[in-house]
């Protein structure tokens, strides 16, 4: 093209697909000055202000503003130093959009208020630190000041909400959920009743993770199978379950399965039927894509009542 042949602006016009006024803002801007004019004062252009045209007009496709087209045009700045910028902001509005139409299947899914379709935004924006730092917050309070199993809250602290990128509608809807609850003060007085517990449970000495987790193993072995067999928590056959259990839990935490213990134990059990703890790590578990969280509490439930009833 580079054979001297000059363009008019209509002509610039159509080979570009540009409106004339645009070319001519452009013109008068800087940016694509002519590169000489007719006898009649017209402007015609050169095939470097052709080329310089055809640049504008693929840079200002990709959204890229006129302020840093002008640097690029004058070197001041490379197309590969200004791709790579706008990709990033790029990367950061999609996943703006993917998280907003997120919102959006979830709200449609349900009939929610103006105000709750609000609160669901605010909250599903948040960044992934803020995030952090709404549970980190749950966390102190709850745990605060406390003598409680450092192992335990140091898995608090690692099991964080990670949203993904691309959240599907029901993980939005988990992670505001669980936003909710960290913030109840309810949930938090619950919650920090079950640590008092720990840290109680601790002064008499430390009972290892893998005891208490084989203690559990037994409890939802013994109670499934009697739930399956429909057996009363008041029956006698109820009373048997019990006893085997609670001797396994005086052994575990060396004690001697007493009328006292029994008390002690029917106490740290209620102090932790709360559904809404069992909730929480169910709620991180769609957030965070890991598997399903059985539900434990009919177990205990039952556990509970049959334990009540030996007492009288």
Known sequence: ????????????????????????????????????????????????????????????DLGIDLATVGRVLD???????????????????IRSLRLRRSVLLAVAKGRSTPAEVELMNSLANLS??????????????????????????AMMRSAMPELPADPAPEQVEAWVELADLVRDPDFKASVRLMAEY???????????????????????????????AAIDPASDQARAVVDALTERYATTFSRQDDSDFRRWLLARLEA????????????????NGWPPVPTLMPVYGWFTQALAASLG
Request: cysteine-free.
């Open 1 to 60: 093209m580079d054979d001297g042949t000059l363009f008019t602006i209509g002509q610039m016009a159509k080979r570009t697909g540009l409106p004339v006024k645009t070319i001519r803002f452009y013109s008068d801007s800087g940016l694509v000055p002519p590169s000489t004019r007719s006898g009649a004062g017209y402007r015609l252009y050169d095939a470097a202000a052709y080329a310089r045209l055809d640049l504008i007009k693929t840079l200002r």
């Open 75 to 93: 070197q001041q700045v490379s197309v590969a130093d200004v791709a790579r910028a706008h990709a990033e902001a790029l990367d950061v509005q």
């Open 128 to 153: 992934a630190s803020e995030r952090r730092r709404l549970i980190n917050d749950f966390i102190d309070e709850t745990f605060g000041g406390l003598d409680a199993n450092p192992d335990f809250v």
């Open 198 to 228: 720990q840290a109680a449970d601790r002064s008499d000495g430390d009972v290892d993770a893998g005891a208490q987790k084989r203690l559990g193993d037994e409890v939802a072995e013994r109670v499934g199978s009697a739930m399956s």
């Open 272 to 287: 932790s039927s709360d559904p809404r703890a069992e909730r929480y790590w169910q709620l991180l578990a769609v957030i």
